[in-house]
């Protein structure tokens, strides 16, 4: 049976390494030495490396880890990262054998152009990088909202158990600026609640699953009456159309404190 150990990195980055007990799969290795412990403490060998995205905190471990061990890198085709063997779009499929583990891969540009997500129907998994965040999403930095809506409703299809695993500890914060935007939705009072209550027990609140988010998360909802209603009153967009009401919430989400 496949199992996922959490590896936290850098400040608030979650790198996801999958494994059976001897063979090992990493999902995002912003940084190469938490990910060689995990491997030695677990008695782990690595035989592949998933990337979601070119920022350095997802990619930065790859060169490390690959002079340990000669093994596939597995990334998007249309972002910029060094090392890749195999290139991936949405429809590709990635196969790690020593796992028996089959990824399906789905395009979610908006954080980064090229930005890709990589499904485990059999286990019902998400690896989705900076794409969806447990209660949020990540910022624009090279896509545009309609991008970014439209990769949110790609993923928010999917099963309601399946797990999310995103790759940062943006939780808490995320979820009080999702109270903001739907004040009385009480799913989300509750959530922050229960989040909160396991970040002060150092516990990680990821993975999520996408029926949680769909209930909690404002940008998952930028379609609800209650959002498009409270951002009229805060005076941030005009009209319903969904597109600019997705970016009216990513523009105040830029901004919040």
Not at 77 to 100: F, K, M, Y
Not at 138 to 159: I, V
Not at 167 to 192: C, I
């Amino acid at each position: 049976m496949l199992k996922i150990l959490t590896v936290p990195a850098f400040n608030d980055n979650y790198l996801w390494i999958i494994h059976d007990g001897t063979h090992a799969a990493v999902v995002d290795p912003g940084d190469a030495a938490p990910v060689l412990a995990a491997l030695k403490e677990h008695q782990l060998s690595l035989v592949s490396i998933l990337l979601t995205h070119h920022h350095n905190d997802h990619v930065g471990g790859v060169p490390e880890l690959l002079r340990h061990a000669k093994v596939p890198v597995f990334a998007p085709r249309n972002d910029r990262i060094a090392n890749v063997t195999t290139a991936l779009q949405e429809g590709d499929t990635v196969h790690v054998p020593e796992l028996g583990l089959t990824l399906s891969v789905l395009d979610v540009p908006g954080h980064t152009r090229g930005h890709i997500a990589y499904v485990a129907k059999e286990q019902g998994w998400l690896f989705c990088g900076d794409t969806l965040f447990a209660g949020g999403c990540g910022r624009l930095f090279e896509g545009t909202p309609e991008q970014m809506l439209a990769s949110l409703d790609k993923l928010a299809a999917l099963p309601d158990d399946t797990k999310v695993y995103c790759a940062h500890e943006y939780t808490v914060s995320n979820l009080r600026f999702a109270h903001a935007a739907e004040p009385d939705n009480r799913t989300v009072a509750e959530r922050l609640q229960a989040e909160q209550a396991k970040r002060d027990r150092d516990v990680p609140t990821v993975p999520s699953s996408i029926g949680l988010e769909k209930a909690t998360n404002p940008f998952l909802r930028a379609r609800e009456p209650a959002i498009v209603e409270q951002l009229h009153r805060e005076g941030r967009v005009e009209g319903d159309d969904t597109v600019a009401v997705f970016a009216a919430l990513r523009e105040w989400k830029n901004n919040f404190r």
